[in-house]
């Protein structure tokens, strides 16, 4: 079965640089969520969309903005990158339509490290 | 972890035995998820079970809810070393209408071969 699918698998970036992770959700999958886990932590919400449309913020910092595209991907893109941003990013997809038991399904996480 | 904790922080057993983890949360749900985690890696779904449900089996995974006291175990029988990950529990918010999954602080499983 297919899952969801996060490029790049690992990023390296410098201070004060940018960045954009992609997620691809399983098929016919209309909602996507974003999700940072820091070293030793457990993952942390920060944004999701529907339909196309953002849904839900958490805690995402003003220096992130994310977006889903027609064809339901999904991109965050990350400026001004600070050490405390290296974590590994994960993103889930879920069927929400039709009272959907809101059942998340994870990709592979794209591990950003902030040198 | 802002939902609650999970019981215990870590846990090491022998190939064969039974493991057991715990977890705890603090508002409404309408389901909770139990994923697995292995070092540095994505997130496995394991099971879920909503709210209205007390048990749920599949394959060695039992899971229990007991909505009243707000808490959840994880039960893998006849461990393997395979088995080996961390495991975390998750909730959305009946409550908050939050969608979003709130995560556990997870249980380090150690199976010895």
């Known amino acids: 079965a297919a899952g969801v699918i996060q490029s790049p698998r690992h990023l390296i970036k410098e201070k004060r640089e940018t960045a954009t992770l992609k997620c691809y959700p399983i098929?016919?999958?209309?909602?996507v969520y974003w999700y940072q886990q820091g070293p030793g932590q457990d993952p942390q919400f920060l944004i999701s969309f529907y339909e196309k449309m953002q849904s839900d913020k958490g805690s995402i910092p003003d220096r992130f903005s994310a977006q889903q595209f027609s064809d339901y991907h999904s991109e965050l893109n990350m400026s001004s990158l600070e050490l405390g941003d290296s974590a590994l990013y994960f993103c889930?997809?879920?069927?929400?339509?039709?009272?959907?038991?809101?059942?998340?399904?994870f990709g592979p996480g794209t591990r950003l490290t902030v040198l | 972890s802002q939902q609650g904790e999970e019981d215990p922080q870590a846990l090491s057993i022998q190939e064969g035995e039974n493991a057991t983890m715990n977890c705890s949360y603090k508002?409404?749900?309408?389901?909770l998820q139990w994923y697995r985690q292995n070092s540095g890696r994505g997130l496995v779904h394991l099971i879920l079970?909503?709210?209205?449900?007390r048990e749920k089996h599949s394959g060695r995974l039992r899971v229990t809810l007991d909505t009243s006291k707000k808490s959840s175990s994880l039960l893998i029988t006849a461990s393997r070393a395979a088995d080996t990950a961390s495991y975390f529990c998750a909730t959305d918010g009946r409550g908050t209408g939050r969608r979003a999954l709130t995560f556990g602080s997870g249980t380090r499983l150690q199976v010895q071969p």
């Open positions: 098929p016919r999958h209309d909602t």
């Open positions: 079970i909503r709210s209205n449900e």
């Open positions: 889930a997809s879920s069927q929400e339509g039709g009272g959907s038991r809101n059942e998340q399904f």
């Open positions: 508002t409404s749900i309408n389901n």
